[in-house]
């Protein structure tokens, strides 16, 4: 398939996603001098600005990619909750899949920028499971809105959002339907993707869900840990980024690394969100592997050009792609 025809093909999709959502806060200013009161920079404030984070972002992505998002989690019923709403309706995204719960807080992650450079971040959060009056309603959602999807995305941040429960009944929906599912797991629920058609940690991520010491960034010891994750967790298509090494990947016996692209990076921020967004909508669309991963790779390098999580750019990454012969 051309590579022009598969980013046309992309607004014909349609995403569903389920994972943790949160804000990104951002507190921009300049530092000129040192506080008197101890040894720690001033930030002279310049502008805040509140953005969508985890699988937020990750619905974002799918949205600049030309595809069609369909959000599910949980939130608070807070202030912040209805400073989310107000992000979704600014950005154009429905809240038809969006759980409100007194039980929780709306995740909040602070950034405070200081000369383009991170000086502090802040994390307002609950990272409980979900009950099961939650999961019930968050899975009621999910049951009404994923006939209409072409794939699957869990994102997750260790939030609570999704549970065993939440995995497995999703899966098992999705194979009813026949729609691929992706994972972009943290740690608590590493080993819950059983079936799963591709599977995307990275290197420091699948060391510690298979309780490893460490990874080196090479095929044979990414593949040593693969067979022993496909022993405990089977599943299709194992997708490991290397951040500057690039990505690996494995599916029956056919494995490689694709090396990264040489880039200027700002900020590495939400980069996995951008790889997991481009690589289920290749999915979706079953391209082979190698092509899901090259492009997944080139648009999670893009982005981390990029100060502060930000969605990837269809129309860059189409010229990157078509420069590269993607």
Do not use: W
Request: proline share 4%; glycine share 6%; with cysteine.
């Amino acid at each position: 398939m051309e590579i022009n025809q598969i980013f046309e093909d992309f607004t014909n999709l349609k995403a569903l996603i389920v994972g943790d959502v949160m804000i990104d806060a951002y507190y921009l200013g300049k530092v000129d001098r040192i506080s008197p009161e101890a040894p720690v920079p001033v930030v002279t404030l310049n502008k805040k600005e509140n953005r969508m984070g985890g699988a937020a972002n990750v619905a974002l992505n799918i949205k600049s990619l030309g595809a069609t998002p369909l959000l599910c989690s949980v939130i608070g019923n807070d202030n912040d909750a209805q400073i989310f709403k107000y992000l979704l309706k600014e950005n154009g995204l429905a809240d038809t899949g969006i759980v409100s719960s007194t039980d929780r807080q709306t995740t909040v992650k602070t950034r405070v920028i200081g000369n383009n450079h991170q000086m502090l971040r802040i994390d307002q959060e609950i990272t409980d499971l979900l009950n099961t009056d939650e999961e019930n309603q968050l899975l009621e959602k999910v049951t009404k809105l994923l006939p209409q999807a072409n794939v699957v995305i869990f994102s997750d941040y260790d939030k609570g959002v999704i549970t065993q429960r939440v995995i497995e009944e999703i899966i098992n929906l999705s194979e009813k339907y026949n729609i691929p599912t992706v994972a972009d797991p943290k740690k608590r629920n590493f080993l819950s993707y059983k079936g799963v058609s591709l599977f995307k940690p990275n290197l420091k991520e699948l060391a510690d869900g298979l309780k490893t010491i460490s990874i080196k960034p090479d095929g044979d010891s990414i593949h040593s840990a693969i067979k022993h994750l496909q022993e405990q967790m089977p599943h299709q298509i194992s997708m490991i980024t290397l951040s500057e090494h690039g990505v690996y990947y494995s599916l029956n016996g056919q494995r490689s690394i694709i090396p990264a692209h040489l880039r200027t990076i700002a900020d590495v921020s939400g980069a996995g969100d951008t790889v997991i967004s481009v690589a289920s909508l290749c999915l979706a669309l079953n391209l082979p592997v190698d092509r899901v991963v090259q492009l997944s790779n080139l648009a999670g390098g893009l982005v981390c050009e990029y100060l502060g999580v930000v969605p990837i750019k269809k129309e860059q990454l189409l010229e990157e792609a078509i420069q590269h012969h993607i």
